[in-house]
């Protein structure tokens, strides 16, 4: 049983432009959050999906950010006209519905770096 | 809100020594704990879990107790190798605020042989 994946592993941007990250859950799993950690930091929650739907985003960035995890196909999380603040890792995790919920299982992460 | 608040590190320690990262957190709930810990490069790995009051959780050597009356879960370890060397992570779910999980800043640890 595959773990959550994560694409691409690194990715290097200019300012300006877009980056788009992909994550598909673990098999079975119902549920996508996104994280994002900062050089030497913690990791901040930004956003938890389910299938079509946004259920909590109290995390994301009011502009530029964007997230989606379609009834088809992987989790996508959306930087628009990136600026050097956003380089991070962006952690995506799954978790079953129901009472496994709570347990998140995360995948390797996207570094993200803008020059 | 719900908050972590764990040791600064780095801690650096030498093969077979005693480990203890502490960790305290706030919450209104009644929130599940976690230990996760990341290796260079790498995602997050839950290291171990409690769900409830005097709960201790444990997995490879490494155990913490869910106190709620002093609000901590505090990792340790009896015997640490090289090769636990990592950040570790203290974090809180499941509680009034959904789904997400709350991290620590994470603790760096650093086993010389």
């Known amino acids: 049983n595959a773990g959550v994946m994560q694409n691409p592993r690194h990715l290097v941007r200019r300012r300006g432009q877009e980056a788009r990250l992909r994550c598909s859950p673990m098999?079975?799993?119902?549920?996508v959050y996104w994280y994002r950690q900062l050089p030497e930091e913690g990791l901040k929650f930004m956003v938890y999906l389910q299938k079509e739907n946004i259920i909590d985003e109290s995390g994301m960035p009011k502009e530029r950010f964007s997230a989606e995890f379609p009834k088809e196909g992987p989790s996508i999380l959306r930087i628009q006209q990136v600026v050097r603040g956003d380089s991070a890792a962006y952690f995506c995790a799954s978790s079953p519905g129901g009472q496994g919920a709570y347990e998140q299982f995360f995948g390797p992460g996207t570094r993200l770096t803008v020059l | 809100g719900d908050s972590v608040t764990q040791m600064e590190g780095p801690v650096t320690l030498s093969e077979e020594a005693f480990l203890t990262i502490n960790c305290t957190y706030t919450a209104t709930g009644y929130p599940s704990l976690f230990w996760y810990v990341q290796y260079p490069g790498e995602g997050l790995q839950l290291l171990l879990k409690a769900t409830k009051a005097d709960d201790k959780g444990s997995n490879k050597g490494f155990e913490a107790t869910y106190r709620k009356e002093t609000t901590s879960f505090h990792l340790e370890k009896g015997s640490v190798q090289v090769s636990d060397s990592a950040v570790y992570f203290c974090a809180l779910g499941g509680n009034t605020g959904g789904f997400k999980t709350i991290f620590g800043a994470g603790t760096r640890l650093f086993v010389k042989a």
């Open positions: 098999k079975g799993h119902s549920h």
